[in-house]
């Protein structure tokens, strides 16, 4: 399976951003999708992850802020990113767990600034 991620770009404090992941197969065949984020200099961190049975997981510092969500019909996995803030700027990338390989998309910079 292959990921494309597209979305970022840059925003103002406050602003908001809708991240797609689509998928080269049907995100039926993918046990978990998720996203991760990497800011300059950090290490890769988890952001949120979504089963296929409809659990999320999400970092504490995204929590009431960023929602996860899935399209099957498009096979595309969904990031929006509200009230955004300096501290989310990084790269983020889609993540899927194919037959229990961990695939990765390209990744799309996300920048928060005034």
């Known amino acids: 399976v292959q990921l494309q991620a597209s979305g970022g770009g840059s925003v103002q404090p406050g602003g908001s951003l809708k991240l797609s992941c689509v998928a080269s197969t049907t995100i039926f065949s993918l046990k978990d999708m998720g996203w991760y984020r990497q800011a300059p200099g950090k290490q890769r961190e988890l952001v949120a992850t979504l089963t296929n049975g409809g659990r999320t997981n999400k970092a504490e510092s995204v929590k009431g802020r960023f929602f996860i969500s899935r399209d099957y019909a498009k096979n595309t996995l969904f990031l929006q990113m509200n009230n955004l803030k300096p501290e989310d700027t990084a790269v983020y990338y889609c993540?899927?767990?194919?037959?229990?390989?961990?695939?990765w998309g390209q990744g799309t910079l996300v920048t928060v600034s005034s």
């Open positions: 993540n899927a767990i194919d037959n229990g390989r961990p695939v």
